[in-house]
């Protein structure tokens, strides 16, 4: 299993099993649960899409899409009650529906190395299954993996009974440095418009910005901000709570000119969404990213039904990271909470 970051979580350490190398085709699920299936991690399929799901003893459970490396459902355990399950994720499509799965949690690898980039640099790749991991059924993990170009991406999905997390690990096999974009975007459920918000960002700077090209967009970079804002000018936040009941799309970070300095202010590594709508907060934790984005589509979700979401993560998009030669770079996201 590839090592993870020094997460404030336990790590499972226990019972393993490896592929012996990545296939670039679907793997039938029956093999899949027989060569790693155990105890709180099944896999099977959904309109010939092969899934994977976790369930942690308390009942809190993530279900994965394998060939897209796309989360679809986080639903922790938020209440004491037999069915104090709630969703996260605000996702629509899916194999049930016969349309593609968009929103969710989705990785977002772009190519930066020129300026005509050329786009998603995993937006064709199969990802498949490399290894599970457990300790009991306290902490599971799942760590699928697939290439892109002279890249060998891993990325690594765990879930423990209040919190699940997000790794990416991106390795440079090639001859030449790369350099890239990335995000971690996580499409999150809200109950209603009115009742959305974020805190724990006040006194960081932000400019307003596209979000970052997904296959997994529901609001598209073309359509994420208002027609007339500008891109560009810097702001510092002035209030201790964001509402975002209307479109904003903005990336909280250092002002690119700023980073070359000796010492220079970074936004928190963490802040909390706010669902007054269910009584609800989630901590969002950016780990080796030094950007935060946030985007809500303002009217703009009643074209997909009656809930409200908003689009967060961590990202590197206004500086682009480069990979040397033979090295190796590494993000995460956890989502934790404290609700019980």
Request: net charge neutral; hydrophobic share 35%; glycine share 8%.
């Amino acid at each position: 299993m590839a090592s993870l970051f020094s997460f404030s979580l336990s790590k499972p350490n226990i019972i393993k099993a490896s592929s012996a190398s990545a296939a670039t085709t679907v793997v039938i699920p029956e093999n899949l649960d027989e060569k790693f299936g155990r105890k709180g991690i099944k896999f099977s399929e959904s309109n010939n899409i092969p899934i994977v799901e976790l369930t942690v003893r308390n009942g809190s459970s993530v279900r994965l899409s394998i060939p897209d490396a796309h989360v679809t459902s986080y639903k922790p355990k938020v209440e004491w009650k037999d069915d104090g399950f709630e969703e996260v994720l605000y996702t629509v499509g899916g194999a049930d529906s016969g349309a593609k799965a968009r929103g969710g949690i989705g990785l977002a690898i772009n190519d930066a190395s020129e300026a005509g980039s050329k786009g998603s640099l995993i937006s064709s790749s199969q990802w498949t299954v490399k290894d599970v991991d457990s300790d009991a059924i306290d902490a599971l993990q799942v760590e699928l993996s697939c290439t892109g170009g002279a890249l060998d991406i891993t990325y690594v999905v765990s879930l423990y009974p209040l919190s699940m997390a997000t790794a990416v690990i991106v390795k440079n096999n090639g001859r030449k440095a790369v350099t890239l974009t990335s995000a971690i975007l996580s499409h999150l459920l809200f109950k209603r418009r009115n009742g959305t918000g974020i805190q724990g960002l006040k006194g960081c700077s932000y400019c307003k910005h596209p979000p970052l090209s997904s296959p997994f967009e529901l609001l598209p970079p073309s359509e994420a901000m208002k027609n007339d804002e500008k891109q560009g000018i810097w702001n510092v936040q002035d209030v201790p709570i964001t509402v975002l009941k209307d479109k904003l799309s903005r990336v909280y970070a250092a002002p690119p000119a700023e980073r070359s300095k000796a010492f220079y202010y970074t936004p928190p590594s963490k802040f909390e969404t706010l669902d007054q709508g269910r009584e609800l907060f989630f901590r969002i934790i950016r780990i080796g990213f030094e950007d935060i984005y946030l985007g809500s589509p303002g009217s703009f979700s009643e074209k997909y039904g009656k809930d409200y979401f908003i689009c967060t993560g961590p990202a590197a998009m206004l500086v682009p990271v480069v990979i040397q030669a033979g090295e190796k770079w590494k993000g995460a996201q956890v989502i934790e909470h404290d609700n019980l």
